[in-house]
């Protein structure tokens, strides 16, 4: 039996670290447009839902994506509310899967979100997907002891234990799972492992040159998003 799948994409009017970076040209295009775009190329999705407070989002996104506005409230439009926007948004709405990305990962791609739902949809024992990159570094409590390593052991790096950093970029939950948690992550996560590159989330102006960077490589030798 199919699995209707629906996709969540915050965009808001204000970023607060580097001013107005989900309109930023980026390639050519917004920002934004190039989330809507993976997003929209994706099979399994069903609906595409934009949570947005941006007046540029709302008088144009439907223009070129097949996407469902969601005119954020005002009390929605603080920095610190994405539990509440994934709660307004699944009570508003039916759907037996939830995909939470965000327009600022320009480099995850359309075949890692792909397998990103397969993976999750033929699970029997996990509730939500985690997006985990994994790290062979020598990493260091806030007391600066080793976390993962012994310091005066230089074995080499790849030895060491793998470190999983939650990268954000990538949540999959249903809405039993949010009921349950009141957060995207559930009891059991699966956790799915995304690579460093696809993991750059832009949150500052080096980072947004650096992904520009590499999506332009990227639109150069495959033609894709």
Excluded at 14 to 39: A, C, I, Q, V
Excluded at 181 to 206: M, V, W
Aim: hydrophobic residues 30%.
């Amino acid at each position: 039996m199919h699995r209707t799948i629906t996709a969540i994409v915050p965009i808001k009017e204000h970023s607060e670290r580097l001013p107005r970076k989900n309109f930023r040209e980026f390639n050519g295009k917004p920002l934004y447009y190039w989330t809507l775009d993976k997003l929209d190329s994706v099979e399994e999705i069903d609906q595409i839902i934009i949570n947005t407070d941006a007046n540029e989002v709302i008088e144009h996104a439907t223009k070129h994506f097949d996407v469902e506005i969601s005119v954020r409230p005002d009390h929605l439009r603080s920095e610190k509310v994405t539990t509440d926007i994934i709660q307004y948004e699944i009570r508003r709405t039916t759907s037996d899967i939830y995909l939470h990305t965000y327009c600022t990962c320009p480099l995850l791609t359309a075949n890692t979100i792909s397998k990103a739902i397969r993976e999750f949809v033929d699970s029997d024992v996990h509730d939500s997907l985690l997006p985990v990159t994994k790290h062979q570094n020598r990493f260091y409590d806030s007391q600066f002891n080793g976390v993962n390593h012994d310091p005066h052991d230089i074995s080499p790096s790849q030895e060491l234990e793998p470190v999983y950093e939650d990268n954000g970029v990538l949540y999959i939950y249903t809405e039993a799972t949010f009921e349950k948690t009141g957060h995207r992550l559930g009891i059991n996560p699966l956790p799915f492992e995304i690579s460093k590159q696809e993991a750059i989330e832009i949150d500052y102006i080096d980072e947004f040159k650096m992904a520009e960077t590499l999506h332009a490589q990227r639109l150069n030798t495959e033609g894709g998003t």
